[in-house]
């Protein structure tokens, strides 16, 4: 087995936090440093930062509603609050699947399944995320049409997309966006292609998963039916 997936599948981290760690050449197998193409044999002796690496085999998954005001790393270089801070005690093997930025909210998933990490986060699967956005002024239909059939951020066109709009007063929009990407910002980059800025961002739902019944900044283990459901998309 390839020494990412490897590290993936006993919860050290994501496959690409696990390749991370290749690079910095901070895992050893039989005291070598390997490099990315390694191979892991049954019998090996791998170690990450010197500590050893035992395969467990049990998975872990969590669903959070993100606070504003918390950055999405293990650790931050800043020193700034981390989502880590919010999880109970004797979980400090998980880790985020995907981000959300430091001040928005919202649906977080934590696990230690490297694969499913993976799946949900990779752009070729395709895995919805929804989005509740509060616009800073009203948005026009028009608006809403461009962003539907996708804009240019970083010299990139997004792909169509759903919107529905909640509501419209004469001093804000709230819509609810599905993207089935996850470019850095994207939603914010999007509405600021059309001249919007965001004023409020909420993830409120990646596939059919909900926050629902979640206060903001609890934490709670999914149900047995909602990770099937999670490992089945
Ligand atoms: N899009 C953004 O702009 N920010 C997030 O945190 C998630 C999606």
């Known amino acids: 087995m390839r020494i990412n997936k490897f590290l993936a599948e006993s919860g050290v981290a994501s496959r690409r936090g696990a390749d991370k760690l290749i690079e910095e050449g901070v895992v050893k197998i039989n005291g070598k440093v390997c490099d990315?193409?390694?191979?892991?044999?049954?019998?090996?002796?791998?170690?990450?930062?010197?500590?050893?690496?035992?395969?467990?085999?049990?998975?872990?998954?969590?669903?959070?509603?993100?606070?504003?005001?918390?950055?999405?790393?293990?650790?931050?270089?800043k020193g700034r609050k981390t989502v880590m801070d919010l999880l109970p005690p004797k979980t400090e093997r998980l880790f985020p699947v995907g981000r959300l930025d430091y001040d928005t909210e919202g649906l977080l998933l934590f696990t230690n399944d490297g694969d499913l990490a993976f799946k949900l986060t990779h752009p070729k699967n395709e895995v919805t995320k929804t989005y509740l956005v509060k616009t800073e002024k009203p948005i026009t239909e028009d608006e809403l049409n461009k962003l539907r059939a996708g804009v240019y951020i970083d010299g990139v066109k997004t792909k169509k997309c759903k919107i529905r709009l909640i509501e419209t007063t004469k001093n804000y929009s709230k819509v609810h966006i599905t993207i089935s990407e996850g470019k850095n910002r994207q939603v914010r980059k999007m509405f600021e292609s059309v001249k919007h800025s965001v004023d409020f961002l909420k993830r409120i739902k990646i596939g059919d998963l909900t926050l629902t019944g979640l206060d903001r900044g609890a934490v709670r283990k999914l149900t047995p039916v909602e990770v099937d459901y999670l490992l089945n998309l």
Do not use: A, Q, R, S
Request: aromatic residues 10%.
């Open 36 to 77: 990315l193409g390694t191979e892991v044999n049954l019998g090996d002796n791998v170690t990450v930062h010197g500590k050893p690496v035992n395969t467990v085999k049990k998975y872990d998954y969590y669903i959070m509603n993100k606070p504003k005001g918390y950055v999405c790393t293990v650790k931050d270089d």
